[in-house]
């Protein structure tokens, strides 16, 4: 067995992807040799031996992919939406080989000071192979995804190039689902597939790899489809969140099967399933229709929140519980099964949102019968690129607490306006 040594930056690491930067040390992770490297990427077409069927043809497709499709009848994303979920499966299986291997991992970092893991660019890369395999063929392929190669191409970065490559060619054998070796360029080429910018225009997947590890214990690989500027499918694949509800306030899960899969298409509902594979379950957000009796989310990392507002949106409803802070967009798979009533989301001045932070995460609460709104109770429009224009916020709940939510979310704004002017 060769084994690939991996830079390594300090880290909690505790149960999710967490990184840090403080001290460096390293980590051997065993891995197969080398099948036979590929040239640099390749059309679909060209990365599977050659009397293998192309993947156009629905034939060519893994049977048990072909029979979640018949059971999706009156779906009209059917293929889509198992292509999809097949993705963010594999991606997370390779993300919980780096967290169970890797207590420390290399980091580029981010504009916005979240860190990029191995594992941010393999899950990115598998997305886009699974995609490419198994979506149904379109005039191209366009995905609008978190990362890019720039950081990579660098000097200094082939050693973490190295591990991105090593891990994805090793996760791709260990599924046995296609014969496919990635190439160090190939690894290049296929991060830049998610380059789209989007737009009204075409379909254009949406894509965050890992959203979710700057801190606590949740993250999510977050997949959407737009269709002409809509969302139309949305899956999220959460690793460490149970089956069963949020048990405690920093978003920690009970019961012990791990791991969720929650999956919606426009006009289909929203369900859930584990990861490992179970029938799936239809969900819906909860029925409270009184705040006292409500519960709220709100993002873990108090950088990605104004606490103070968040706060004074919540007495003026008359809550009473502490909010749950949860890291990622499990905290919209938590709501739209009814783990709790409301979800708060209001970033610091200057920070723009991104599509991919949002586009799976509203359609699931959308399909189990939730709103998701900006402050000014505007829908969310993702047909305008890579970032959402909107107002201060954005909140999701239930049919029956929209409109006192947002009266005291548009109530708790005017007096934080009315505070900090000079007059």
Not at 35 to 42: A, C, D, I, S
Not at 60 to 82: D, F, H, K, V
Not at 268 to 276: F, N, R, T
Request: glycine letters at 8%; proline letters at 5%.
């Amino acid at each position: 067995m060769a084994a690939a040594r991996v830079g390594l930056v300090s880290s909690s690491f505790s149960h999710a992807l967490h990184a840090s930067s403080s001290s460096t040390s390293t980590f051997t992770v065993s891995l197969r040799p080398p099948r036979l490297r590929l040239p640099p990427y390749l059309p679909r077409h060209h990365l599977l031996p050659t009397n293998y069927p192309r993947p156009s043809s629905s034939a060519a497709r893994p049977r048990r992919l072909r029979a979640t499709m018949s059971q999706a009848a009156g779906n009209p994303y059917a293929a889509e939406l198992a292509a999809a979920k097949k993705a963010v499966t594999l991606a997370a299986r390779l993300c919980q080989a780096v967290q169970k291997d890797i207590l420390q991992s290399g980091v580029q970092s981010k504009a916005d000071q979240s860190p990029v893991t191995v594992a941010d660019y393999g899950s990115q890369i598998l997305v886009s192979l699974v995609l490419k395999m198994e979506a149904p063929a379109s005039a191209s392929f366009s995905m609008v995804a978190e990362e890019d190669s720039e950081e990579l191409r660098k000097e200094g970065a082939e050693e973490i190039l190295e591990n991105i490559t090593d891990l994805v060619n090793e996760t791709i054998v260990d599924d046995g689902t296609y014969s496919v070796f990635f190439s160090k360029e190939g690894i290049l080429s296929a991060i830049d597939d998610g380059k789209s910018e989007g737009g009204p225009s075409g379909r254009h997947w949406v894509l965050d790899p890992i959203d979710g590890t700057k801190g606590g214990d949740q993250y999510a690989i977050a997949l959407a489809l737009l269709d002409e500027g809509k969302v139309v499918l949305g899956v999220l694949a959460c690793p460490n969140l149970s089956l069963g509800s949020i048990g405690n306030l920093n978003g920690g899960s009970s019961g012990d099967q791990v791991g969720a899969l929650f999956s919606a298409t426009i006009g289909c509902g929203a369900e859930v399933e584990s990861l490992q594979g179970s029938p799936a379950q239809k969900i819906s957000v909860c029925s409270i229709d009184n705040p006292v009796d409500a519960s709220f989310f709100e993002s873990y990392e108090g950088a990605h929140s104004l606490r103070d507002l968040t706060g004074s949106i919540a007495e003026k409803l008359g809550v009473q519980a502490p909010p749950v802070r949860i890291d990622s967009q499990a905290k919209y798979g938590a709501l739209a099964r009814g783990d709790g009533a409301i979800y708060l989301r209001f970033p610091h001045k200057g920070y723009r949102e991104k599509i991919w932070d949002h586009a799976a995460g509203s359609i699931v609460v959308t399909e189990a019968g939730g709103l998701v709104t900006d402050a000014s109770g505007n829908d969310l429009d993702f047909s305008k690129g890579r970032f959402l224009d909107l107002d201060t916020g954005i909140i999701a709940t239930n049919k029956q607490l929209m409109p006192s939510l947002l009266k005291a979310v548009q109530d708790a704004i005017k007096e934080q306006n009315q505070a900090a002017s000079p007059l």
